[in-house]
């Protein structure tokens, strides 16, 4: 079985930054897109960014100059860094790996973790 784990939310004030990481594990050969998705209270799930296996990356409007996503594929790991941080960043950032290769092939979801931006 894949599993994702996040790491590196937290509370965080307006123009901070943050890093989040998202491990994948389990019997995998490669992953061809990793990425990231948010949630906040009320709103549905958006897409934040993605990152190919070939290093082609695609950002929402909302967080283009400041968000960047970078993955290391030893380590089947996923990285987004935050800078610039708006209140309406609060949300909970869930990492996604689509496309996984390996004895169980599919789709996956982290569990989430959450980021608060307030004074």
């Known amino acids: 079985q894949v599993q994702l784990v996040e790491s590196g939310g937290g509370l965080v004030q307006p123009g901070g930054s943050l890093r989040l990481s998202c491990a994948a594990s389990g019997s995998i050969v490669s992953i061809i897109s990793m990425g990231w998705y948010r949630q906040a209270p009320g709103k549905q799930r958006e897409l934040v960014t993605w990152?190919?296996?070939?290093?082609?990356?695609n950002y929402a409007d909302s967080v283009k100059g400041r968000f960047t996503v970078s993955r290391d594929d030893a380590k089947n790991t996923v990285y987004l860094q935050m800078n610039s941080l708006k209140s309406e960043d609060t949300a909970v950032y869930y990492c996604?790996?689509?496309?996984?290769?390996?004895?169980?092939?599919?789709?996956?979801w982290g569990q989430g973790t959450q980021v608060t931006v307030s004074s």
């Open positions: 996604y790996a689509g496309g996984v290769i390996g004895a169980q092939s599919g789709n996956y």
């Open positions: 990152i190919t296996s070939g290093g082609r990356t």
